[in-house]
C-alpha cells in the first residue's frame, strides 16, 4: 500500500474538472490544508529502541527481520483512517514505530514477547495496516520503545478439511491469498470487506470484520470454528468443536481484541465450496424508509440473499452524478438497494424467486442486474476516490454503528445532524451519505460517508465532528462500531458501550494474559 494514501498507486483516482468544480460550488472545497509530502520529506522521531535491545530482538527473529530504516517505520506509522492520511502530511515531527520486527512462528513471536515484556517494550501487532479507528498508532504509553510486529511471516493454507467445509489459515494472509489458496481446492471463505485486497486473516478476527456478503455468509466472528494466540502470558489453543456448552466461549474473547491480548497467529474458519453460479438484481425504492422496510422484511423471512444493501437518496444521488461508478441509465432517484445470490442454480433461483416477491411488496422496482454488477465491479475502489478528495481540499471520511429496525431513523437523524452541524461550525457545508450493508432480523448496520471542505486544521475539524456523532450514537442508542473496531479513536466511548464491570472485566483478561501490558497500549480498554 503507498505510504500516504489507502492502496496501489496504479489505481488511483483522479478527480474529473465536473466533480472538482462541484465540489467547489456545493462544498467551498478549495485548495488542500496540508500539501503531500515525499517520503524523505517526512521527520521521523529518532528510534528509542537501544542497541541493545536491537541486537537481542535481531537474535530472535533474524536480523534482516529487525528494521530500524526510516522507510519501514513510516509504513507502520498508522492504518489509513483520515486522520492517518492527513497526518502523514505534517511537516512536523512524527511517531512511528521504533523498529519493525517480522517473526517467522510462534515460537519466536513467543519470545519476542517475553523479551519485551522484561524489557519494557510496547508490540503493536500489524497485519494489512488497513485500520482506519488508530488501531495501529505506535503509542508507547510509559515504554521505553514501541515496536510493529509483523505478522506477514504467517501465510499459509495449514489445513483443509473438506468434509467438515473448514480451514485453518495463517494470520498474515490477506484476503485474495486465502481465496486464491482455497480456490485451488474448489472452496471460499467468503469474506469481503471493503480492505479485502489489503487486510488479513488475523486482521479480520482481531477486528470483529464484517465483510459484503455477510446476509449470505455470515461476519467473520460467525465463520472462526477455533484460533491460536500467542500472549504474554502463554499460548491459548481454543475450538475443539463447532459449537459447545463448555463455558464462556473464549474463541469470541480473542475475536475483536484487537491485539490488546495478545498475537493471533491462526485462524479455523468455516469454508463453502466455490459457489456455482451468482444472480444479481437492482432495486429502486421511492425512500430509505421504504427501502429498510424492505430489507427489514427479507432478513426477518431469511430468505437468503448472499449480499443486500440500500443506498440513501444523497449516496444514490451521488452515484448518478459519478454514472462510471453504476452505469445505468434507468435509475432515475430514490434510494437503490443491490441483491446478489450465490449457490448452485437452483438455490439461488428459489432465494431469488422468494426475495423478488417480497421487495415487490414493499414497494421496490427492480431495475436488473446492470446496477448490482456495476457495484461488484467497483466495490473496493472507494477508497481510492478519497484519496483524490483529500488532495483537492475536501475532507473525506467514513464512520459506522448498528441498532433495531425500530431505532433506524432516529439514529440515522441523529448522526447526520451531528455531522452537519458540527463541520458548518468550522464554515463548510457537509454532504453526508448514508447505506444499510448489513442487515440482521433484529436491526441493521448504518454506514456514512462524509465530504466537506477542508477548514483551518482538518485533522481538528474532524476530530470534533467525529465526536459529535459518536455522542449522538450512544445518546440514540447505537454502538459505537459495528465493524470498524474501537482502536484508539473509539476508546473514549466505550464506558458508554459496555459500562463500568464490563470495563473492569476487561481489564481483568488484561492483566491475565499481558500483567505488564506491553501489547498494543492505548486501544479498546479505557
Known amino acids: 500500500m503507498k505510504w500516504d494514501a489507502w492502496g496501489d498507486p496504479e489505481k488511483a483516482k483522479p478527480l474529473s474538472e465536473g466533480i472538482r468544480r462541484l465540489l467547489e460550488q456545493a462544498l467551498g472545497v478549495r485548495e488542500a490544508s496540508l500539501p503531500q509530502l515525499e517520503p524523505e520529506q517526512v521527520k521521523l522521531r529518532p528510534s528509542a529502541l537501544s542497541a541493545e535491545d536491537r541486537s537481542a530482538l535481531a537474535a530472535v527473529v533474524g536480523a534482516e527481520h529487525c528494521v530500524v530504516e526510516d522507510r519501514e517505520r513510516l509504513l507502520r506509522a498508522g492504518g489509513k483512517s483520515t486522520l492517518d492520511l492527513l497526518r502523514r502530511r505534517d511537516p512536523g515531527v512524527q511517531d512511528a514505530p521504533d523498529a519493525v520486527l517480522v517473526p517467522g512462528d510462534e515460537g519466536q513471536v513467543a519470545e519476542v514477547l517475553r523479551m519485551c515484556t522484561e524489557r519494557g517494550i510496547a508490540v503493536v501487532p500489524f497485519g494489512g495496516g488497513t485500520s482506519v479507528v488508530g488501531g495501529l498508532d505506535p503509542l508507547r504509553n510509559g515504554f521505553n520503545a514501541v515496536v510493529s510486529l509483523d505478522l506477514r511471516r504467517f501465510a499459509e493454507l495449514h489445513s483443509l478439511d473438506e468434509i467438515s467445509g473448514e480451514a485453518e489459515l495463517g494470520a498474515g494472509l490477506t484476503g485474495p491469498e486465502a481465496e486464491r489458496l482455497l480456490g485451488e481446492r474448489g472452496f471460499s471463505l467468503g469474506h469481503f470487506p471493503q480492505s479485502f485486497q489489503f487486510a488479513t486473516i488475523g486482521g479480520f478476527a482481531a477486528t470483529r470484520s464484517s465483510g459484503q456478503d455477510s446476509a449470505g455468509y455470515g461476519r467473520f466472528n460467525d465463520m472462526v470454528r477455533g484460533l491460536r494466540a500467542v500472549t504474554p502470558a502463554g499460548v491459548l489453543d481454543l475450538g475443539r468443536a463447532p459449537e459447545s456448552a463448555a463455558g464462556p466461549d473464549l474463541r469470541q474473547l480473542v475475536i475483536g481484541s484487537e491485539g490488546v491480548f495478545g498475537v493471533i497467529t491462526r485462524v479455523r474458519v468455516r469454508v463453502h465450496p466455490t459457489p456455482e453460479t451468482a444472480r444479481y438484481e437492482a432495486w429502486s425504492f421511492p425512500d430509505f424508509a421504504t427501502g429498510a422496510d424492505a430489507l427489514r422484511a427479507v432478513a426477518q423471512t431469511g430468505t437468503g440473499p448472499t449480499v443486500i444493501r440500500?443506498?440513501?437518496?444523497?449516496?444514490?444521488?451521488?452515484?448518478?452524478?459519478?454514472?462510471?461508478?453504476?452505469?445505468?441509465?434507468?435509475?432515475?432517484?430514490?434510494?437503490?438497494?443491490?441483491?446478489?445470490?450465490?449457490?448452485?442454480?437452483?438455490?439461488?433461483?428459489?432465494?431469488?424467486?422468494?426475495?423478488?416477491?417480497?421487495?415487490?411488496?414493499?414497494?421496490?422496482?427492480?431495475?436488473?442486474?446492470?446496477?448490482?454488477?456495476?457495484?461488484?465491479?467497483?466495490?473496493?475502489?472507494?477508497?481510492?476516490?478519497?484519496?483524490?478528495?483529500?488532495?483537492?481540499?475536501?475532507?473525506?471520511?467514513?464512520?459506522?454503528?448498528?441498532?433495531?429496525?425500530?431505532?433506524?431513523?432516529?439514529?440515522?437523524?441523529?448522526?447526520?445532524?451531528?455531522?452537519?452541524?458540527?463541520?458548518?461550525?468550522?464554515?463548510?457545508?457537509?454532504?453526508?451519505?448514508?447505506?444499510?450493508?448489513?442487515?440482521?432480523?433484529t436491526g441493521a448496520s448504518l454506514y456514512f460517508t462524509v465530504v466537506a471542505g477542508q477548514r483551518g486544521n482538518p485533522i481538528e475539524q474532524w476530530r470534533k465532528a467525529k465526536a459529535a456523532a459518536s455522542d449522538a450514537m450512544m445518546r440514540t442508542r447505537g454502538t459505537i462500531t459495528h465493524h470498524h473496531a474501537v482502536g484508539a479513536d473509539h476508546r473514549p466511548w466505550m464506558r458508554d458501550e459496555i459500562g463500568d464491570l464490563g470495563i473492569a472485566v476487561l481489564r481483568a483478561v488484561k492483566q491475565t494474559l499481558d500483567p505488564a501490558g506491553i501489547m498494543n497500549p492505548g486501544k479498546l480498554i479505557p
Open 310 to 441: 440500500l443506498s440513501d437518496e444523497a449516496e444514490t444521488g451521488v452515484n448518478l452524478a459519478t454514472a462510471d461508478n453504476i452505469g445505468e441509465d434507468s435509475i432515475t432517484g430514490g434510494c437503490l438497494a443491490i441483491t446478489v445470490f450465490e449457490g448452485s442454480q437452483a438455490h439461488v433461483d428459489s432465494r431469488h424467486a422468494e426475495t423478488r416477491a417480497l421487495l415487490e411488496a414493499k414497494g421496490g422496482t427492480s431495475l436488473g442486474e446492470g446496477p448490482a454488477r456495476a457495484w461488484e465491479h467497483g466495490r473496493f475502489e472507494a477508497p481510492y476516490l478519497r484519496d483524490s478528495l483529500l488532495s483537492a481540499g475536501a475532507l473525506c471520511e467514513t464512520l459506522e454503528t448498528a441498532t433495531n429496525w425500530s431505532n433506524i431513523a432516529a439514529l440515522k437523524s441523529a448522526v447526520t445532524e451531528a455531522l452537519t452541524s458540527s463541520l458548518a461550525e468550522t464554515g463548510t457545508p457537509a454532504l453526508v451519505l448514508c447505506h444499510i450493508s448489513h442487515v440482521y432480523p
